[in-house]
């Protein structure tokens, strides 16, 4: 699966931005969709998951009630709607998958180590 991300740019704290991922393969519909952030001299942190068919979601505290998001196979694609964007939020976002795919109960992966494949990441500033 190749990975391509899009969709960063700048915006003004409060803005909206909708990072898209879009993959190459036919096995796209298998695979959990994970979003990831890095901000400089950090490391790289979970911020969204779908699960294959899209029934499950998974948010970091951090971005709960304001990032969303979703996925169509159809398309090979996940998008991250992101909204009430905060200059902390300012990172490269980054999209992996997981051929898990499917989570149960509580669990889902959260670690970097836990997906098998990356987008190259895309630019996003906010501004205060």
């Known amino acids: 699966v190749q990975l391509q991300a899009s969709g960063g740019g700048l915006v003004q704290a409060g803005g909206s931005l909708r990072l898209s991922c879009a993959a190459s393969g036919r096995t796209f519909s298998r695979y959990g969709m994970g979003w990831f952030r890095q901000a400089p001299g950090k490391e790289r942190d979970f911020v969204a998951l779908?699960?294959?068919?899209?029934?499950?979601?998974y948010y970091a505290d951090s971005v709960k009630g304001r990032f969303t998001i979703s996925r169509d196979n159809a398309k090979n694609t996940v998008y991250l709607h992101m909204s009430s964007l905060r200059p902390e939020d300012t990172a490269v976002y980054y999209c992996a998958a997981d051929a898990v795919g499917a989570y149960s109960g509580s669990y889902y992966p959260s670690s970097i180590y836990e997906y098998d494949y990356w987008g190259q990441g895309t630019q996003v500033t906010v501004s205060s």
């Open positions: 779908i699960s294959w068919n899209g029934g499950s979601t």
